[in-house]
């Protein structure tokens, strides 16, 4: 996790991103902190080992709170650089971050994916915001858009060691989504995605390998999908009698956004729900919770 030192409204990525808004009072930054405080707070209350790295004060970084957007983490030992669409984002690349987290974590470097460079050729692929991942089945899911090449999530899997389920969503203004993480996230036991928003051409293939996973699937709406209640990740955290539990982390107002009856299937599926107030960050960010983890697994042998 990185903590905000400017965080603010990004014009740069406003175009594209339909989630986010102007701040009306002008002290978001301060209120970004505090939800950012907050949440990390709650991850290791939870029994999450949570690295956190200090943004630097310049230049500045409006979406610096957005770590998985710009980098990945992969039990192989793989690390992955992505290609950013805003300018601005690109600024948060940063060395420090991968050394923290290998300090931190013990998480060890055996390669290094470096897709940055596609950035010059107009190409872009914006991380874990770009790509859902299916770890079990080693499914890659990415819906188009102008932060996600196609061509660049096909190159992804093939090194990864994934398969590429790339579709059309949009959202109710015919605007395409701008990541899939708002959309659609992959549990252990469970998916929940919003399939109004997946294009009539590719909804019936993307919902039948979603369900040819045994996976539970939870339909949201447009409604709910913009209250982050697609923006979730699932972790697994140490059990109180031993062994690993899952924890699933989500916004409270994604948590209300689900209702009663979806959120009792989630729970089903999981272990324990954590969910924090992050108002400041959704709104004027375009982002939620699972948008502000970039999760690092324990490596392989």
């Not at 991103?17 to 902190?33: T, V």
């Not at 692929?125 to 299916?134: I, K, M, R, W």
């Not at 499914?139 to 579709?167: G, I, M, N, P, Q």
Request: proline share 5%; net charge negative.
């Amino acid at each position: 996790m990185v903590r905000p030192a400017h965080f603010g409204f990004n014009v740069q990525t406003a175009h594209s991103n339909r989630f986010q808004r102007p701040p009306q009072d002008g002290a978001s930054a301060e209120a970004a902190r505090e939800e950012w405080a907050a949440l990390a707070q709650a991850l290791r209350e939870a029994g999450v080992r949570v690295c956190t790295v200090e943004d630097t004060e310049a230049p500045i970084k409006p979406d610096a709170v957005f770590p998985n957007n710009w980098v990945s983490f992969h039990d192989d030992g793989t690390i992955v650089l992505y290609p950013m669409q805003a300018a601005n984002r690109r600024l948060e690349r940063r060395l420090e971050v991968l050394a923290a987290v290998e300090h931190e974590l013990r998480f060890r470097c055996r390669h290094l994916l470096d897709l940055s460079r596609e950035e010059e050729a107009g190409r872009y692929l914006e991380g874990t915001g770009s790509l859902v991942l299916d770890h079990i089945e080693r499914v890659a899911y990415a819906c188009r858009s102008a932060r996600t090449d196609e061509s660049l999530v096909r190159e992804w899997a093939r090194a990864l060691h994934y398969e590429a389920e790339v579709f059309d969503a949009a959202g109710p203004d015919g605007a395409p989504i701008y990541h899939t993480n708002v959309m659609l996230a992959i549990g252990a036991r469970s998916a929940v995605i919003c399939s109004d928003s997946v294009l009539p051409g590719d909804r019936g293939r993307v919902l039948a390998r979603l369900r040819a996973s045994g996976r539970e699937l939870i339909e949201i709406d447009y409604a709910a999908m913009h209250d982050f209640a697609g923006n979730l990740l699932e972790l697994r955290v140490p059990a109180p009698e031993g062994g690993t539990q899952s924890l699933l982390v989500m916004s409270t107002r994604a948590r209300a956004a689900l209702g009663h009856e979806r959120l009792s299937r989630i729970a089903a599926a999981v272990d324990r729900i954590l969910d924090v107030p992050l108002p400041t960050i959704e709104t004027v960010g375009g982002g939620g919770a699972r948008c502000m983890l970039a999760e690092v697994p324990e490596l392989r042998a």
